[in-house]
């Protein structure tokens, strides 16, 4: 199997199924070209275990935005965070200042609510127990900034770390590096590519936040992450960070060595 876009290169004009063909075979030829790897049927049922977390979490998002535009309609709002939802639907149900039909529907609402959380819960548990089961991924929940959901993601999607010349062509991979845009012997870089996994960008810049969060809160970091907080703002460090972690994720992947807390590449100095 080969990236659709790897392919697009190499049709020559129109696209219809003779010049799809002759595309794929030229592209198939070429010494420098990658294919994706296939999954196993199990580590394509874990895969499947996360994509429903993510559509519950947003089904969540979704109700949750919902129930707080209504309540504002009828003067009722609340604080950020999930955790003031559930007494903003609470108030909701009592209001005695509010129609009947009114609260029946935040009633029903609640209830789908509570349902959801429910299915959230027991898909956590689930993926709780596949990180404990896979040495890998307890592995990689010991880098600061990767916590076992993250860590589970990246043992479930990265391909064979083989496949890898260096842990720069993995964070690569996940478009977490520059874009190079470079002319006559001048070297340009731009925003990173954002190429690759989302998901799998989006949960390490969010742990690299955190990292820098604590660090912010008085926490002793590594020298590296300290001076590159003096030069750039958070959210630049934070893509940095999140690069370097995707780094020493991958040597941890390649080598099955554990991290080293206090080490040259330690993100906290220190860090458990």
């Not at 149900?93 to 609510?113: G, H, N, T």
């Not at 043992?155 to 478009?175: C, E, H, N, V, Y």
């Not at 925003?191 to 690759?196: C, D, Q």
Request: glycine share 6%; net charge positive.
């Amino acid at each position: 199997m080969i990236p659709p876009q790897l392919v697009k290169p190499y049709v020559k004009r129109s696209k219809n199924d003779a010049a799809d063909a002759e595309a794929l075979c030229e592209a198939m030829s070429r010494p420098t070209m990658r294919f994706v790897p296939v999954k196993t049927a199990e580590r394509q049922a874990a895969l499947m275990l996360v994509r429903l977390r993510d559509r519950l979490i947003r089904n969540r998002t979704q109700l949750a935005n919902a129930i707080r535009g209504y309540a504002a309609e009828f003067g009722l709002t609340a604080a950020k965070g999930m955790t003031h939802l559930i007494p903003l639907l609470e108030r909701a149900q009592v209001d005695d200042s509010l129609p009947m039909l009114a609260r029946e529907l935040f009633a029903i609402q609640a209830k789908d609510y509570a349902q959801l959380q429910t299915q959230i819960d027991e898909v956590d548990t689930k993926l709780m127990a596949w990180h404990r089961a896979d040495e890998c991924s307890r592995r990689l929940a010991k880098i600061p900034g990767i916590g076992p959901i993250s860590a589970a993601l990246l043992t479930m999607k990265t391909p064979d770390p083989k496949l890898f010349r260096s842990g720069r062509q993995f964070a690569a991979w996940i478009g977490l590096t520059p874009k190079d845009h470079s002319t006559a012997g001048k070297v340009r870089l731009g925003v990173i590519t954002r190429a690759g996994d989302e998901g799998l960008r989006s949960v390490l810049v969010v742990g690299a936040t955190s990292v820098i969060l604590q660090v912010r809160r008085g926490r002793r970091a590594s020298p590296w992450l300290a001076e590159l907080l003096k030069r750039k703002s958070p959210k630049l460090a934070a893509v940095a960070l999140a690069n370097k972690m995707a780094r020493i994720a991958w040597k941890l992947m390649f080598t099955g060595e554990t991290y080293i807390a206090g080490s040259a590449s330690a993100p906290l100095a220190g860090a458990s």
